[in-house]
Nanobody, 122 residues
Framework: QVQLQESGPGLVKSSQTLSLTCTVSGDSITTTNSYWSWIRQPPGKAPEWIGASHYAGNYYYNPSLQSRTSISRDTSKNQFSLQLSAVTPEETAIYYC??????????????WGRGTQVTVSS
């Protein structure tokens, strides 16, 4: 069974860059036709898809966040990472990584990672 683990700082200052890494085990981020996503959920709000890493090395982004988002990967470590620049306190959320269901960028296979709380301070 695939397992995902998010890691990174839990506190980021406003206007700085949030950086997180997802470590995958039990599957490979280069498995054919696989997509691997970042998702976030602010308190009291619905989850929001941030972007995805495609097995072939392409990246896909939520249009509303694209200008500030960069996703990368390290295949040797079976990890993919998120950088979100110029963050604001409204982006305080639990950040998750997950494998997508097929090629659907908005549908995810359980289990997700456990999530990591990121607080953006003003």
């Amino acid at each position: 069974q695939v397992q995902l683990q998010e890691s990174g700082p839990g506190l980021v200052k406003s206007s700085q860059t949030l950086s997180l890494t997802c470590t995958v085990s039990g599957d490979s981020i280069t498995t054919t036709n696989s997509y691997w996503s970042w998702i976030r959920q602010p308190p009291g709000k619905a989850p929001e898809w941030i972007g995805a890493s495609h097995y072939a090395g392409n990246y896909y982004y939520n249009p509303s966040l694209q200008s500030r988002t960069s996703i990368s990967r390290d295949t040797s470590k079976n990890q993919f990472s998120l950088q979100l620049s110029a963050v604001t306190p409204e982006e305080t959320a639990i950040y998750y990584c997950a494998r997508n269901y097929g090629g659907d960028l908005h549908n995810f296979v359980a289990p997700w990672g456990r999530g990591t709380q990121v607080t953006v301070s003003s």
